[in-house]
């Protein structure tokens, strides 16, 4: 019976070869694969045991940083932006101002006379005593010019003439009618406009030196009730002027009923 030929000693040298050669490449790849794996492991747990690490130790500064309420901070603010403020409020809207003037006071009116009269909304206006003494210091901070200089009597007239005609538009309101709306006037100068909406967010108008109001840049902050945050202490300051303001007339129980019903339905 006839053998067949015999495989050449060199040809199984070369498949031997190559047979090591797959299988080395095979083990590479799976031990390359391995080591790759146990370095993306670790570094997770090292990234893990650092920001732990981060924030054991900056604790206090990712408070102020998410926790802060500060929630935009907007450059122009026009004064149609206004109008997209009222709606926001369900329970009570404060403001403080001037005069009220930069607010759109026919939008308003329109906006607040349209209100269901069964509405539980209650409205405070603060607005500057045209009788006060700090009204001059005020001119001066928009006209960018000395307190007491001659030339801002002419500025603080109209200031005078445009606060008592606004409060007069005011009263003509339904709300004010209704007694849903309380209006004093304080007598300090402050460099602020503000709103509070429903006790739970603020927008302030910072007002800069040189100019008018309506160009203010504006804050909007939230309320934070796990700590206190800068909401808190522009609040403060609406309650503090509240209490030493003159009320306009008797007329009206905004001021303190927007306190009280906030606190039956929002709870310490």
């Not at 307190?147 to 007239?157: K, R, W």
């Not at 160009?215 to 939230?222: E, K, S």
């Amino acid at each position: 019976m006839a053998e067949g030929p015999l495989v050449p000693l060199r040809v199984l040298r070369v498949a031997g070869q190559v047979t090591l050669v797959i299988l080395a490449t095979i083990a590479t790849t799976l031990l390359g694969q391995a080591l790759w794996a146990a370095l993306v492991v670790g570094s997770l747990v090292l990234l893990l045991l650092l920001a732990a690490q981060l924030a054991l130790h900056y604790n206090h500064r990712w408070k102020v940083l998410f926790g802060s309420g500060f929630a935009e901070y907007i450059f122009t603010y026009p004064t149609e932006e206004n109008k997209r403020v009222w709606p926001r409020t369900k329970r009570s809207l404060r403001y403080l101002g001037v005069s009220a003037g930069s607010i759109g006071l026919d939008d308003f009116l329109r906006w607040a006379n349209g209100l269901p009269a069964d509405s539980p909304l209650r409205i405070s206006f603060l607005l500057m005593d045209p009788k006060g003494a700090t009204l001059a210091a005020r001119a001066a901070h928009q006209k960018d010019r000395a307190p007491g200089d001659p030339s801002l009597a002419q500025a603080v007239e109209a200031d005078r003439q445009k606060i008592r005609a606004n409060v007069a538009v005011l009263k003509t309101s339904l709300p004010y009618q209704a007694g849903k709306m309380e209006i004093r006037l304080y007598d300090e100068f402050l460099p602020w406009w503000m709103y509070f909406l429903d006790d739970e967010e603020a927008v302030i108008g910072v007002l800069p030196k040189g100019h008018p109001g309506i160009d203010a840049p504006v804050m909007v902050l939230r309320r934070n009730r796990r700590y206190p945050s800068p909401y808190d202490a522009f609040d403060k300051l609406w309650d503090t002027l509240w209490e030493k303001a003159g009320p306009e007339s008797a007329r009206g129980q905004a001021g303190p009923a927007v306190r009280e019903a906030a606190s039956e339905k929002l709870g310490p």
